[in-house]
Each structure stands twice: as structure tokens, then as C-alpha cells.
């Protein structure tokens, strides 16, 4: 939290000014017309921050958790109802080329919150998921904590997966306010970990372990975060909700049991949970518009990365199309993800872009559109207002992924309509990798956004020119 003593806080410097004033006042006038003068100024100044603060945009930022890159209406999946995204789309911006700061959970939830290569932050694969392991440091500043020092309260709601110890759950990382699990999934009624063995309890207020044994945690999230937005209204939230939906284990309402059942798996498990989801969010979207709050909100929702390919999720159900890859792969299936904002009072809407952009990019973002300084310190993201107002070119012709640390980490580079993969992994199984495939993997996006050929062979100087700059890209850290 040094970060809060060097960002200037609006407060602090309110509080300054107004001692600075007291003192001048006070050696010159009576004290009974020092203290009216005194204390007008003190309900001016009270004033004036109120306003200033009412005038900021509130921001909820959704982060969907496995989510396909084609599963919305919006982006072309039919046999889906996804209600909710589709009017996101339609009172904002839809991206059809916005990449995850990586393909496995924790680390693009690094990326998303401090705007670095997650390699960079320190998360270039997934955390522990047992009580007691150390996550993100806590030396990275969230944008929580960029939000917090300028005056804005800051919530999370939902998954966590960045660290299960004191100095590195969500209180420690610029949350003032925590509900939900710190590992990377749980059942839905129980609240226990659903993954491998021993079986544990994961569910969490504020750093206490809290029980509510068979209560259906989609609905408690909305709970959750309804309580949160209602808390203080009169002051700008930050709400982060990392819905940890439609990730494994997929348990879709009876609604969607109904509504699907005649659809194949494992795409019928999926999409009941899909539209779980997108139900859930258009609770809350309901709630901000009865509350008068969605005008003045910056929505923004994006899953994590591609659907997932493990047993756990039937082997698949999630559509990414054409493009190759899945959850755990840097192919654009892992890692092209849906992606909308909407701030009805501010932003265009109805309106698509397919510039290539980042979601290392939310982080400088959020501060551009709320006029807050970013801290001192390298991003890797950039503001892209203008892309989203504007439909300017992206301030992005190059984006890196490391996926994993040791001797062979998945890493891949998009440099202009080329991309490069090393240590090449495909989770899609849409078609076979070669040896040669595995050690460097070249596609040109615009002729084969399929990435179906490998051309690293008949473009050598590419491929090294690719190398070489991943190479200095990853010297930083
Ligand atoms: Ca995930």
C-alpha cells in the first residue's frame, strides 16, 4: 500500500488546504469570525468533494471465468441465450479482438489487475489453491489500490485464485470489502474445492472462513454485490466480480436444465451454465438501472480466457470457432476472449471494434476514463479510450504471452498479422503438432486466423526476428 502515500488522494489534499487556511485566518480575525469563516470553508470544501465525487463514474468489472470465445449471441453462438451480453453489446462496445493476458486463471487475473505481463507480476501460471501458499506478491499494485488511494471503495466478489495467505488475499491486495473462494473452484452448494483431494471448505468474508452450507453461490454473489453497491452511495465504487462461471463444476439452474435439454453434450452442461451466468449479471444490471446507478457505471465484462477442454468439463462445450486452441494454450482459442464495456452516459453504443487489444489494457483504462494517474512504475497495458470513443487504431501493433515458468514455457508473440508460439501446446486438438510444430509454430492471423499451417519453415528470418524480440521482452523481469 506505499503506492496510496505517492499517489496524491483527493482527501489528504482537501484536508492540507483547509489547515493552510486555518492557519492564515487565524492570525489576522476574531476568533468567533475565524471560526463562521473557518467552518464555511470546512462545509465548502465538504462540499465540493461530495460533488466531485458524485460526478465520478462507478465501475463494475465482470470477469467471466472460462468462457469461450465465441459464447454469446453477439459473437455468433446461436444456440445460446445470452440476453444479458447481447444488450451489453448493444448499449456499449463489443470487441472481437480483445486477447487474455494469459490462458490459465490466475495468471490473466494478475494481468487484468495490475495491467503487467503476468510473467512480469509475478503469476505466469496458476497459484496454489491451498490455505496458507503465497499468490501475487503483495509488492504489486492492483488497480484496487489505485482506486482506493483516489477515494473510490473497492470490492471484490467471487473467485480469488491469487494467493490463499494473509499478504496476498483480496483485504491485503486493495479490497476493502471480500466475499467469496480463494482457490480456483468450488462447488456451487457445498463451497468446497472441486478439484483433487483433500477435500477443503473455501468460502470467505473479509479473511474469515464463513459457512452457508447449500446456498447456491451465483445467487449469493449477486447478494454479495448488491449489498456492496448500496452500502454508501453517496461514494464511487470499484466492484470486482470474478464470476466464477461457467467454469467447472457446471451447475446450471433448473431453468437452463429445462431450457437446453435438448441440446447434445457436453454443450447442453455448458450452456445451462452460460446462461446461469448471463442471468446472474443481468440481475445486477437490473439492480444499478432501478437504482439509477447504470447510466453513471462503467460495465465492463471479459472472461478470463478460452473454454476449457478438461475432464471436468466434459471434455469441451465451449465454441471458439474457427480458431484453434482452448483454456491452457497460448492458440488464439485460448486466449480470444468476449469482451464488452458500456457507460450508456459516455461511451458509444451499439458499436463493435476489431482492433487488437489487451487485458492488460482494462488497468489504464479505467484510470484514463475515471481521470486518475496510473503509478510510476512499468505497464504493459495501455489506455485504450480512444479505441473505444474514437474507434482509433489500437496503441498496440505487438502483445506477448508467457505461459508458465522453468525450461519450456509456453510463449507466444503477436507482432502485426504474424504470431509466433514456442513450446506450442493445442488443447483444442484441432489437428496434429508435429515435433517441429511444438518447437516454434508460425501463422499469419490475416491469411490463416485459423493458425492451421505452420509457415515458420518458408519465413525463417520471421521466426528469428520473433525470437530475438521475446527474447528482450522477457530481460525485464
Ligand atoms: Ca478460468
Redo the contacts with the bound molecule.
Keep these: 500500500m506505499n503506492f496510496c502515500k505517492v499517489l496524491s488522494c483527493y482527501p489528504n489534499t482537501l484536508s492540507v488546504k483547509v489547515t493552510k487556511l486555518q492557519n492564515t485566518l487565524s492570525r489576522g480575525y476574531s476568533r468567533m469570525f475565524y471560526r463562521l469563516s473557518f467552518s464555511f470553508m470546512l462545509m465548502f470544501a465538504l462540499f465540493v468533494r461530495t460533488e466531485a465525487l458524485a460526478a465520478r463514474p462507478n465501475v463494475l468489472l465482470i470477469y467471466t ?2 468462457q469461450g470465445t465465441l459464447d454469446a449471441n453477439c459473437y455468433g453462438s446461436k444456440d445460446l441465450t445470452t440476453p444479458t451480453q447481447d444488450h451489453l453489446a448493444a448499449t456499449g462496445v463489443r470487441f472481437t479482438q480483445m486477447y487474455s493476458p494469459s490462458a ?2 490466475s495468471a ?1 487475473r494478475a494481468g487484468l489487475l495490475t495491467g503487467r505481463f503476468p510473467a512480469r507480476a509475478g503469476v505466469p501460471g496458476n497459484v496454489s489453491s491451498a490455505y496458507g501458499h503465497a499468490g501475487m506478491p503483495a509488492s504489486e499494485v492492483t488497480i484496487a489500490e489505485m482506486m482506493q488511494s483516489a477515494g473510490y471503495r473497492t470490492g471484490h466478489v467471487g ?1 480469488w ?1 491469487l494467493g490463499y495467505n494473509d499478504e496476498t488475499m483480496p483485504n491485503a491486495q486493495g479490497f476493502t470489502s471480500s466475499f467469496g473462494h480463494m482457490g ?1 473452484c468450488i462447488d456451487n452448494y457445498s463451497h468446497f474445492f472441486y478439484w483433487n483431494g483433500p477435500n477443503r471448505h473455501d468460502l470467505w468474508r473479509n479473511g474469515t472462513e464463513i459457512w452457508e452450507d447449500g446456498k447456491f453461490f451465483p445467487d449469493m454473489m449477486v447478494e454479495e454485490c448488491k449489498a456492496f453497491i448500496e452500502s454508501k452511495n453517496e461514494e464511487p465504487f470499484f466492484l470486482y466480480w470474478a464470476i466464477n462461471v461457467p ?1 467447472y463444476p457446471m451447475q446450471g439452474t433448473g431453468k437452463w436444465r429445462e431450457h437446453y435439454k435438448d441440446l447434445e453434450a457436453p454443450r447442453r452442461m455448458y450452456a445451462e451454465f452460460v446462461s446461469t451466468m448471463d442471468e446472474k449479471v443481468g440481475e445486477i444490471l437490473d439492480f444499478l438501472e432501478d437504482n439509477k446507478l447504470r447510466e453513471n457505471t462503467i460495465v465492463i465484462l471479459q ?3 478460452g473454454h ?1 477442454t478438461e475432464e471436468r468439463a466434459f471434455f469441451g462445450g465451449g465454441n471458439a470457432g474457427e480458431y484453434r486452441g482452448a ?1 491452457g494454450c497460448l492458440f488464439e482459442g485460448g486466449v480470444r476472449v468476449p469482451s464488452f464495456i458500456s457507460w450508456p452516459a459516455k461511451i458509444p453504443q451499439g458499436e463493435v471494434r476489431d482492433q487488437m487489444v489487451f487485458g492488460c489494457d482494462w488497468f489504464p483504462t479505467i484510470a484514463d476514463l475515471c481521470e486518475i494517474k496510473t503509478p510510476q512504475h512499468h505497464l504493459d497495458g495501455e489506455s485504450i479510450r480512444s479505441v473505444i470513443i474514437e474507434d482509433a487504431v489500437s496503441p498496440h501493433d505487438e502483445i506477448f504471452w508467457q505461459l508458465g515458468s522453468g525450461n519450456k514455457p509456453q510463449l507466444a508473440i503477436r507482432s502485426g498479422d504474424w504470431k509466433l508460439l514456442i513450446n506450442a501446446q493445442d488443447r483444442s486438438s484441432k489437428g496434429e503438432l508435429s515435433a517441429a510444430d511444438r518447437v516454434s509454430f508460425l501463422s499469419n492471423m490475416k491469411e490463416d486466423p485459423s493458425e492451421s499451417k505452420n509457415v515458420a519453415e518458408a519465413h525463417p528470418e520471421i521466426v528469428s526476428k520473433l525470437i530475438k524480440r521475446i527474447e528482450e521482452i522477457r530481460q525485464g523481469w
Design positions: 471465468d472460462d490459465i486463471c490473466s473467485k485464485h480456483g467454469h472472461s478470463d480466457h476449457s483454456k
